[in-house]
């Protein structure tokens, strides 16, 4: 049972413009929410996380907007650059706990 | 400050042998978590382990597939007698506590069973 869906399993955006990335849970019970990066042979690279308590984290170029009712997240990276080309992973756990439930990825790809 | 290695990168095994992959976790880093992820799925946890503690296996197989972490020494992945349904990319995570908050992943190792 997949409890973390990201629905899209690409996204191309040009470089300069607003990369939104969307992820949808199933469990109201998860408390903690975070993005990965993964490059190619590489692991999953943390970008940034948020706590249900809160609604919007940023950092930097990235926001993680979150909506408990629609039980939706969302990444936003603005501007975005050639080298954000990845895939996205959204995670979360209950508990504030360490099992991670990942969805399947989005990739993205920024071009020039 | 070395971060989490996982060797072999890539591990080719024919049906019947036995895997093993090794994760060393960061310096200062005593919880050490496996993870599988599938061709076109995400990863999946699989086991929660601290020092010579199994801490939550409820994501491992029951049968074949066995976890440790030693006083000394990396942790280790054991999956025996290989199926071609073991093909994935496994990854190891670490962290300083209880991963309450980002866990720093290694660059996994890619099982292919032949």
């Known amino acids: 049972d997949q409890q973390v869906k990201q629905n899209s399993p690409s996204l191309s955006v040009q470089e300069g413009r607003i990369s939104i990335l969307n992820c949808d849970y199933t469990?109201?019970?998860?408390?903690?929410f975070l993005w990965y990066k993964k490059y190619p042979a590489e692991g999953p690279t943390f970008l940034i996380s948020?706590?249900?308590?809160?609604d919007k984290n940023e950092d930097g170029r990235f926001t993680v907007f979150l909506n408990k009712s629609a039980k939706h997240l969302s990444l936003h990276i603005v501007p975005s650059q050639p080298g954000d080309s990845a895939v996205y992973f959204c995670?979360?756990?209950?508990?504030?706990?360490?099992?991670?439930?990942f969805g399947k990825g989005t990739s993205l790809l920024v071009t020039p | 400050n070395a971060g989490v290695m996982q060797n072999p990168r890539h591990l080719v095994r024919r049906r019947g042998q036995e895997a093993r992959l090794r994760c060393s976790p960061m310096?200062?880093?005593?919880?050490v978590y496996w993870y599988r992820q599938l061709p076109e799925e995400g990863l999946k946890f699989m086991v929660y382990?601290?020092?010579?503690?199994?801490?939550?296996e409820s994501g491992m197989p029951k049968e074949r597939f066995s976890a440790e972490f030693p006083k000394e020494g990396p942790s280790i992945l054991r999956i025996q007698q290989v199926v071609r349904g073991d093909s994935a990319a496994y990854f190891c995570?670490?962290?300083?506590?209880?991963?309450?908050?980002?866990?720093?992943f290694g660059q996994g190792t890619r099982l292919t069973v032949v």
């Open positions: 995670a979360a756990s209950r508990d504030s706990g360490y099992a991670l439930n």
């Open positions: 948020i706590s249900s308590i809160k």
């Open positions: 310096k200062g880093h005593s919880h």
């Open positions: 995570a670490s962290s300083r506590d209880r991963m309450n908050t980002e866990a720093f």
């Open positions: 382990l601290q020092k010579e503690n199994i801490i939550d």
């Open positions: 469990n109201s019970m998860f408390d903690y």
